[in-house]
């Protein structure tokens, strides 16, 4: 049994890549975003977003897998037990304008951009994880593009009997010399 966990920032387009992926490679695809509504949680009404406790998603996902290949989607995926974290980047920029269009406030767009500016769900993922993560910029890509190369690492894995040895990769995904100074001015993009 292996567990793929796709992650990124909101609007990375985890949800389409993981459709694309259990498609292709005929895995379980488990999906945050419907679990959570069966899990007790907090309403945070300034972010208008439900806080679940990390612990219980462990156990509503778990109870969920099957034998063979299983994706995890969604936020925060990167936090859960997984063989590989994919973590998807996208250019602040471009990431704005797709929040934009999910209908968000502006406050909540300005966290969700500065948090794909400073790396964040990279950082968290290698506190969790250490090893088999890697990152992905989406940008400019469709989704079938960016499948390619997630494809060849999840064969890798499906090759090899113990947890992976790929170290994190970062894919060039780095927005500080692109952006720098930019971060109080988030709102100017
Ligand atoms: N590679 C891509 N190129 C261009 N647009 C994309 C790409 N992937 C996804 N999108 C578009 O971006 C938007 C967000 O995609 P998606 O819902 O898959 O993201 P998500 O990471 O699952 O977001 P959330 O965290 O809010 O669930 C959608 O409108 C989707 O069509
Ligand atoms: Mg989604």
């Known amino acids: 049994m292996k567990i793929i966990a796709v992650a990124g920032t909101p609007g990375t387009g ?44 462990q156990k509503a996902a778990a ?23 994919i973590v998807l980047r996208t250019d602040p920029v471009v990431l704005k304008k797709r929040l934009k269009k999910h209908g968000w406030d502006a406050a909540k767009i300005r966290e969700n951009v500065e948090a794909e500016m400073l790396d964040v769900v990279t950082i968290e993922a290698l506190e969790k994880h250490r090893k088999g993560i890697i990152e992905v910029d989406t940008t400019g890509k469709t989704v079938s593009q960016v499948s390619k190369p997630v494809m060849a690492t999840i064969e890798r894995l499906l090759k090899s009997s113990h947890k992976t040895n790929i170290k994190f990769k970062q894919a060039g995904v780095n927005w500080s010399g692109k952006y720098t100074m930019k971060i109080a001015m988030v709102d100017e993009l």
């Open 14 to 57: 985890k949800t389409a890549l993981a459709k694309l992926l259990a498609k292709k490679l005929n895995a379980n695809l488990i999906s945050i975003n419907i679990l959570a509504r069966k899990i007790p949680g907090t309403m945070d009404k300034k972010r208008k977003t439900k806080v679940i406790d990390i612990r219980l998603l």
């Open 63 to 85: 109870s969920r897998l099957k034998k063979g290949l299983n994706i995890i989607e969604g936020h925060p995926s990167h936090l859960l037990r997984a063989d590989i974290v």
